[in-house]
Structures are given as C-alpha cells and as structure tokens.
C-alpha cells in the first residue's frame, strides 16, 4: 500500500517561493510505475490541480498555474516536490500530494495534506 | 474549462435512508473520466466511484455512481453514519486537467 506524506514550511511570505516535497512509502517510485501530481484545497474547500508527473516522464501543469510552478521526482530519494513562486494570499491551502497506478484521471492515493499559509 | 456543479450543496438525512448527490457538467464530457471522492473533516479525500460507476477497492456496494453527457449522480442507498461527509465529483479531460466540483456535504 502505498503511502504518501507531504513536509515542507507551513508559512510563506508573499511573494516568495512555496516549496513542497512528497515522500514516498510502501511502494517504488520509479517514474513508470505511477503517476504523481499534486492538489490544493483551499480554506473554502475547493479541490484544484496543480499537476502531475505521467509514467513517461512528461509533466503537465494546470494552465492558471503553469507560469509559476514546477514539478520534479527524485527516484534516488523517493521523493517528488513541488516549487511554487511569488505566492500570495490566495496561494494559502491545504497542499495534498497524490498518486494513482493505472492513470492520471483520478487518484488512489493521497497524503494527509500540510496547510500553507501565506503571510508576512 | 469544463465547469462541474454539484448539488444540493447541503443533503440532511438520517442513517438508513437514501442518497442522491448531482454533479453536471458545464458541456458533455467523456464519461470514462469522472469520478467520485469522499472527504470527512481533517482527513484527505477518498476515491470511491471512478469512471463514473466503477467502485474503487474497498468500497461498500451501498455506493454507485452513474450518468451521461452533463449529468452524474452518485447514490448512497442506505446512509450509515461513517458516511456523513463531504463528496465531490471530479472530472479528467485530456488537455489535460482535472476539475472538482464544489462538493456537496451529507449532514445528519
């Protein structure tokens, strides 16, 4: 089973860059075996992706997102990350890293989600 | 963008009776890319239906999902309390993107 728990600063000033890392657990990261992506919630409980890492390696970024964001795995270390930039208020959210074995339309699992805030 | 809008926002109903969640879609989407999540409070959600009627493993029967087109429901046939909570549907489409609905929350 696989397991997914996300770390990374609970605040960030604005402007600055949010940085996330999901470590990976119970299962092998290797980009080909799952995909990995990343979701926010936000305090009014709104669900929106972020992006995700496909089995061939391509990353795709939710286009209200893809100027200010990056994804990246690192097998080495079983981890994958997310970096976004010049956050601002509507940035603060609960971060979920997740994941799925046989496609990228929905996921299986998820992290428990670390809360960012953005604040200076 | 496809928009998803899921109603009631707010579902009150007693253990043991049925429910019913609706999520429409801004335009036609292709089925095979919507599904289901349950998320009770402090805890990340959960997929339960995927490909608009197929339960996820570990899934109670007493959960389905169907539809077409714009319109999907999932159903709860018979509440038990583990299943208050809030659900949203999600669609994929192959831009790619995933979009949520805005949930609808199943209260005692």
């Known amino acids: 089973q696989l397991q997914l728990q996300e770390s990374g600063p609970g605040l960030v000033k604005p402007s600055e860059t949010l940085s996330l890392t999901c470590t990976v657990s119970?299962?092998?990261?290797?980009?080909?075996?799952?995909?990995w992506g990343w979701i926010r919630q936000s305090p009014g409980k709104d669900l929106e992706w972020i992006g995700t890492i496909y089995k061939s390696g391509d990353i795709r970024y939710n286009p209200s997102l893809m100027s200010r964001v990056s994804i990246s795995v690192d097998t080495s270390k079983k981890q994958f990350s997310l970096k976004l930039s010049s956050v601002t208020a509507a940035d603060m959210a609960v971060y979920f890293c997740v994941s799925d074995q046989y496609n990228s339309s929905w996921y299986k699992y998820w992290g428990q989600g670390t809360l960012v805030t953005v604040s200076s | 963008e496809i928009v998803l809008t899921q109603s009631p926002g707010t579902l009150s109903l007693s253990p043991g009776e049925r429910a019913t969640l609706s999520c429409r879609a801004s335009?036609?989407?292709?089925?095979?890319?919507l599904a289901w999540y349950q998320q009770k409070p402090g805890q990340s959600p959960r997929l339960l239906i995927y490909g608009v009627s197929n339960r996820a493993a570990g899934i109670p029967d007493r959960f389905s999902g169907s539809g077409s087109g714009t319109d999907f429901s999932l159903t709860i046939s018979r509440l038990e309390p583990e299943d208050f909570a809030v659900y949203y549907c999600?669609?994929?489409?192959?831009?790619?993107?995933?979009?949520f609905g805005g949930g609808t929350k199943v209260e005692i």
């Open positions: 999600q669609h994929y489409d192959t831009s790619p993107r995933l979009t």
């Open positions: 335009q036609s989407v292709r089925s095979t890319y």
């Open positions: 119970g299962g092998s990261i290797s980009i080909s075996n799952y995909y």
